[in-house]
């Protein structure tokens, strides 16, 4: 709401705006609109980059983004650039200079240029695999937000972005680009500030080394995603140098795939020269032919640290299933240190060994892992240490207070436990938070086990406060346990006669619940709750805002370990005081009283973040069944999931809530609305509902 207000406001203002800039020009806004409505950067209807976007009757009356970068390059002040609601593509070929005229988009500005889409889902950069997409020279800083980059493509580093400056991203999704060399998504080089992205997507990228991400330089990863990336070494992120910071962030479903040395680090690759501090952390199901399944450590000389996190269902071709630290330059003496503590690592597995942790020196040089009150269990091997394996002894040591499920790792520390954990039986699921995790079962050995001086006045991986009780859990998830208190009452107790049972009232229909809940909770009567909503707005911080007819207003808290200025979405359920809000991030869906703001049920959608656009809420079909339809973007197609919700005496619940429809692949035309249909069947196959996908990734129930 107010992105969309601040949108406009910007719109009406730049009419006003002299956008012809030179050297000695003040801060200008652009606004790239171009007359065809494709959105073709500097195609036959803008034949020229003369660096103006003029508005009015001028013969060069439109506003391509590479005319607009271009005139921002020659502003020594901050300037701003808006995107519209389309697709923008890149067709001028072309390389060798850095002045933005051909191939990628050169970013060369003396000050700060902010160029801000529509969203995620609504604004696409397309490089039309020509070239890099953006390329950030020496001293330049680029800050982007709400939009999509793909199609990327360069023949040496950097498919989508090229970085020599300080680069910022926020909610934006870098896809489907790719590099000969390395950083198939962002190859960021060696630079004199810190690369910041949050609320990022990196989606089938691909590269040499560091598929998604490959960096020289300090690199910030916060709230973000890295999934389905492949490369040769590195799947996901390679560092040769600097620091990478990576915090409340998921990284899965990576590989990297190659023979011999080049097949290391399914996830991530920490070169010598570089060093990696990661706080709540999801890496699951990455995989490497190498060692390291989800984190490989090539004798960092730094010390590495891993703190609340999960390392699940990772999987290497040879040592480390889970994480490998290992040295073998002969030439030198190096170290190479990795503390874990805090972190749950299960059900990875190695083809040779180490499971879960494998630890690798030779001659002079040092490698060793250090893990303190964290849970290492049930991970597997073929030839030796199903959870630790080791090539001298002493070089995986215990911090103290883990569980272990089994003695591979030869751990003694003070209140170490060989035991199983007792995780829950859901496995990996949202239990709150910004990432998954694997909570604990109430009579787990892990409970209490980590003395309180060793966290105190800290977090879970959820971002809740440890510890609970007098002392915290090993592993990345805390129980919030209740005390009861003793019962003190020696007399016996005499159990009640049980009272025959009532015959069982027969359920309403989906049609006669919906009445009731209307009258009852209808938006536009004031007789429930005395006072009638006016409207309902999404807000940051992942509330809702409640606005009154007498004026007042209110903000409640629908998902409060969300911290950021990007906006939940708000959907009524019919005409009733009943609010279903999606996650700013589109990975959660919760069901509010719009009065009370009673959170009633909280469920995740899948480990696909859905579009606000495409957010959708069917009519009830069934006779105890709301149906929620949502839509998500990925890879030039849209994957559709149909979640049933059940309806209970007058209310609605979303404890019962499934996933009744896989995932559906439907290619979306960037040219002209599709007319591809969607039939999301039930599990006898019959067709519940037909849905039509236009190009900006909407749909309509036919």
């Given at each position: 709401?107010k992105h969309?207000?601040f949108?406009a406001?910007?719109?009406v203002?730049?009419?006003?705006?002299?956008?012809?800039?030179?050297?000695n020009?003040?801060?200008?806004?652009?606004?790239?609109?171009?007359?065809?409505?494709?959105?073709?950067?500097?195609?036959?209807?803008d034949?020229t980059?003369?660096?103006?976007?003029?508005?009015?009757?001028?013969?060069?009356?439109?506003?391509?983004?590479?005319?607009?970068?271009?005139?921002?390059n020659?502003?020594?002040?901050?300037?701003?650039?808006?995107?519209?609601?389309?697709?923008?593509?890149?067709?001028?070929?072309?390389?060798?200079?850095?002045?933005?005229?051909?191939?990628?988009?050169?970013?060369?500005?003396?000050?700060?240029?902010?160029?801000?889409?529509?969203?995620?889902?609504?604004?696409t950069?397309?490089?039309?695999?020509?070239?890099s997409?953006?390329?950030?020279?020496?001293?330049?800083?680029?800050?982007?937000?709400?939009?999509?980059?793909?199609?990327?493509?360069s023949?040496?580093?950097?498919g989508?972005i090229?970085?020599?400056?300080?680069?910022?991203?926020?909610?934006?999704?870098?896809?489907?680009?790719?590099?000969?060399?390395?950083?198939?998504?962002?190859?960021?080089?060696?630079?004199?500030?810190?690369?910041?992205l949050?609320?990022?997507?990196f989606?089938?990228?691909?590269?040499?080394?560091?598929?998604?991400?490959?960096?020289?330089?300090?690199?910030?990863?916060?709230?973000?995603t890295?999934?389905?990336?492949?490369?040769?070494?590195?799947?996901?992120?390679?560092?040769?140098?600097?620091t990478?910071?990576?915090?409340?962030?998921?990284?899965?479903?990576?590989?990297?795939?190659g023979?011999?040395?080049?097949?290391n680090?399914?996830?991530?690759?920490?070169?010598?020269?570089?060093?990696?501090?990661m706080d709540s952390?999801?890496l699951?199901?990455?995989?490497a032919?190498?060692?390291?399944?989800?984190?490989?450590?090539?004798?960092?000389?730094?010390?590495?640290?891993?703190?609340?996190?999960?390392?699940?269902?990772?999987?290497a071709g040879?040592?480390?299933?889970?994480?490998?630290?290992?040295?073998?330059?002969?030439?030198a003496?190096?170290?190479?240190?990795l503390?874990?503590?805090?972190?749950?690592?299960?059900?990875?597995?190695?083809?040779?060994?180490?499971?879960?942790?494998?630890?690798?020196q030779?001659?002079?040089?040092?490698?060793?892992?250090?893990?303190?009150?964290?849970?290492?269990?049930?991970n597997?091997?073929?030839?030796?240490?199903?959870?630790?394996?080791?090539s001298?002894?002493?070089?995986?040591?215990?911090?103290?207070?883990?569980?272990?499920?089994?003695?591979?790792?030869?751990?003694?520390?003070?209140?170490?436990?060989?035991?199983d954990?007792?995780?829950?039986?859901d496995?990996?699921?949202?239990?709150?938070?910004?990432?998954?995790?694997?909570?604990l079962?109430?009579?787990?050995?892990?409970?209490?086990?980590?003395?309180?001086?060793?966290?105190?006045?800290?977090?879970?991986?959820?971002?809740?406060?440890?510890?609970?009780?007098?002392?915290c859990?090993?592993?990345?998830?805390?129980?919030?346990?209740?005390?009861?208190?003793?019962?003190?009452?020696?007399?016996?107790?005499?159990?009640?006669?049980p009272?025959?049972?009532?015959?069982?009232?027969?359920?309403?229909?989906?049609?006669?619940?919906?009445q009731?809940?209307?009258?009852?909770?209808?938006?536009?009567?004031?007789?429930?709750?005395?006072?009638?909503?006016?409207?309902?707005e999404?807000?940051?911080?992942?509330?809702?805002?409640?606005?009154?007819?007498?004026?007042?207003?209110?903000?409640?808290?629908?998902?409060?370990?969300?911290?950021?200025?990007?906006?939940t979405?708000?959907?009524?359920?019919?005409?009733?005081?009943?609010?279903i809000?999606?996650?700013?991030r589109g990975?959660?869906?919760?069901?509010?009283?719009?009065?009370?703001?009673?959170?009633?049920?909280?469920?995740?959608?899948?480990?696909?973040?859905?579009?606000?656009?495409?957010?959708?809420?069917?009519?009830?079909?069934?006779?105890?069944?709301?149906?929620?339809?949502?839509?998500?973007?990925?890879?030039?197609?849209?994957l559709?999931?149909?979640?049933?919700?059940?309806?209970?005496?007058?209310?609605?619940t979303?404890?019962?809530?499934?996933?009744?429809?896989?995932?559906?692949?439907?290619?979306?035309k960037?040219t002209?609305a599709?007319?591809?249909?969607?039939?999301?069947?039930?599990?006898?196959?019959?067709?519940?509902?037909t849905?039509?996908?236009?190009?900006?990734?909407?749909?309509?129930?036919?």
């Amino acid at each position: 709401m107010k992105h969309i207000s601040f949108r406009a406001m910007v719109f009406v203002a730049s009419f006003f705006v002299v956008v012809g800039v030179s050297n000695n020009a003040l801060a200008a806004t652009f606004t790239v609109n171009v007359s065809d409505n494709s959105l073709i950067g500097n195609s036959s209807a803008d034949p020229t980059p003369d660096g103006t976007c003029s508005e009015g009757s001028d013969v060069d009356n439109d506003c391509s983004l590479r005319e607009a970068i271009i005139a921002a390059n020659l502003s020594v002040d901050d300037d701003l650039i808006f995107l519209p609601e389309d697709t923008i593509t890149l067709q001028l070929t072309g390389a060798g200079e850095n002045s933005a005229a051909t191939g990628d988009l050169d970013v060369m500005s003396a000050g700060t240029l902010t160029i801000t889409g529509a969203g995620e889902s609504l604004t696409t950069l397309n490089g039309n695999d020509i070239d890099s997409i953006f390329d950030l020279g020496n001293g330049a800083t680029l800050t982007m937000s709400e939009f999509t980059i793909t199609g990327g493509n360069s023949f040496a580093s950097g498919g989508a972005i090229y970085s020599r400056g300080i680069l910022n991203l926020t909610s934006m999704t870098i896809s489907d680009s790719t590099a000969s060399n390395s950083g198939g998504g962002l190859y960021v080089d060696a630079v004199a500030g810190t690369t910041t992205l949050t609320d990022v997507l990196f989606s089938s990228n691909t590269a040499f080394n560091g598929a998604a991400i490959h960096g020289n330089a300090d690199i910030m990863l916060i709230s973000s995603t890295i999934s389905d990336n492949a490369g040769v070494n590195s799947g996901a992120i390679r560092m040769e140098s600097g620091t990478l910071t990576i915090d409340n962030s998921t990284i899965s479903s990576n590989t990297a795939t190659g023979t011999g040395i080049n097949s290391n680090g399914g996830a991530l690759y920490i070169a010598e020269d570089a060093m990696l501090t990661m706080d709540s952390v999801l890496l699951n199901q990455n995989a490497a032919d190498g060692e390291g399944g989800a984190l490989f450590i090539s004798c960092s000389s730094q010390s590495n640290t891993i703190t609340n996190s999960v390392f699940v269902d990772n999987s290497a071709g040879t040592n480390g299933g889970a994480i490998s630290n290992g040295c073998s330059d002969e030439s030198a003496t190096l170290s190479s240190s990795l503390t874990i503590t805090f972190s749950t690592i299960t059900g990875n597995a190695a083809a040779s060994a180490g499971g879960a942790l494998y630890a690798r020196q030779s001659d002079d040089d040092t490698a060793t892992i250090s893990v303190g009150s964290s849970i290492v269990s049930d991970n597997t091997a073929v030839l030796s240490g199903p959870n630790c394996a080791f090539s001298e002894a002493g070089m995986i040591t215990s911090g103290g207070y883990n569980v272990l499920s089994d003695d591979s790792c030869s751990f003694s520390g003070t209140g170490d436990i060989v035991d199983d954990p007792l995780l829950s039986t859901d496995g990996l699921a949202d239990n709150g938070g910004e990432i998954q995790t694997i909570a604990l079962q109430a009579t787990s050995p892990a409970l209490d086990i980590s003395p309180i001086e060793n966290c105190v006045d800290t977090i879970d991986a959820r971002g809740i406060l440890r510890p609970n009780q007098d002392a915290c859990d090993a592993g990345a998830f805390e129980l919030e346990q209740v005390d009861v208190p003793e019962d003190t009452d020696d007399e016996e107790e005499v159990e009640p006669e049980p009272e025959p049972e009532a015959e069982p009232e027969p359920e309403p229909t989906a049609e006669e619940i919906r009445q009731t809940l209307t009258s009852a909770d209808d938006l536009s009567d004031d007789s429930t709750y005395g006072t009638q909503v006016a409207s309902i707005e999404g807000g940051a911080e992942g509330n809702i805002i409640v606005n009154y007819t007498d004026d007042t207003q209110s903000t409640y808290a629908i998902f409060p370990a969300f911290t950021g200025s990007k906006e939940t979405t708000v959907k009524q359920y019919g005409d009733t005081g009943y609010l279903i809000v999606l996650h700013p991030r589109g990975k959660k869906i919760a069901l509010v009283n719009a009065y009370t703001g009673e959170v009633i049920e909280r469920v995740r959608l899948s480990t696909s973040r859905y579009k606000n656009n495409s957010f959708k809420i069917l009519d009830v079909r069934h006779d105890d069944q709301l149906d929620i339809v949502v839509t998500s973007k990925k890879s030039g197609k849209v994957l559709v999931s149909l979640l049933k919700l059940k309806v209970s005496t007058a209310n609605l619940t979303l404890k019962d809530a499934e996933e009744i429809a896989t995932d559906a692949d439907v290619k979306v035309k960037k040219t002209r609305a599709p007319k591809k249909r969607i039939n999301l069947r039930d599990a006898d196959g019959n067709v519940l509902y037909t849905l039509k996908v236009n190009s900006s990734y909407q749909m309509t129930l036919q």
